[in-house]
């Protein structure tokens, strides 16, 4: 979203500071107002200080997002047992443990949070960048997504190589 731009009726607008702020890892700060309020977030839109966090922030973002008005009671539901996920443990809670918490199959979470887990989810609930980056790789569903398109099984009624050698 360029700067001051606002979105419609919330009062909301990303802005960049004048003093070029930095946080961790030298990122460029930004912050998103929303009414009176101001978040620190990242240039890649994450909020970079989680204790900051509130719904105002997931309701701003997920508009930000292209969501269609409000967030549902199941995305709620998501967000905050992701977020308190992270308030408890320190850590992103994985895919399937978030399907399986909040009674969803993972068709259901994709459908509800097209923009992804990370991108999606995990930055409504307020998880800096920088945890999310660390995390496991098999944290989210893109990732399943991608790594079940590369993957190519072998042709019926063979079994693959195990070190140079296969089995016929």
Same mark, same amino acid.
């Given at each position: 979203m360029p700067a001051g731009r606002t979105l419609s009726g919330m009062g909301v607008s990303r802005l960049r500071p004048r003093g070029g702020a930095t946080g961790s890892r030298g990122l460029q700060m930004e912050a998103?107002?929303?009414? %009176? !309020?101001? @978040?620190?977030?990242? !240039?890649?839109?994450f909020l970079? %200080?989680?204790?900051?966090? %509130?719904?105002?922030f997931a309701t701003a973002v997920a508009g930000l997002l292209g969501q269609p008005g409000e967030l549902t009671l199941l995305q709620l539901k998501v967000v905050l047992f992701v977020r308190r996920h992270f308030v408890r443990t320190g850590e992103v809670a994985r895919v399937h443990a978030t399907c399986r918490a909040c009674g969803l199959s993972l068709?259901?979470?994709?459908?509800?949070?097209?923009?992804? @887990?990370?991108?999606? /989810?995990? !930055?409504?609930?307020?998880?800096?960048?920088? /945890?999310? %980056?660390?995390?496991?790789?098999a944290l989210t569903y893109e990732t399943i997504a991608r790594r079940d398109e590369d993957h190519e099984d072998p042709p019926p009624g063979s079994l693959p190589r195990v070190n140079g050698h296969s089995d016929s």
């Open positions: 998103l107002v929303v009414a %009176d !309020r101001s @978040y620190p977030i990242d !240039r890649r839109g970079a %200080d989680p204790g900051c966090w %509130d719904l105002q068709g259901r979470l994709r459908r509800l949070f097209p923009w992804g @887990y990370q991108r999606g /989810v995990c !930055r409504l609930a307020g998880i800096p960048y920088e /945890v999310i %980056d660390s995390s496991h790789h």
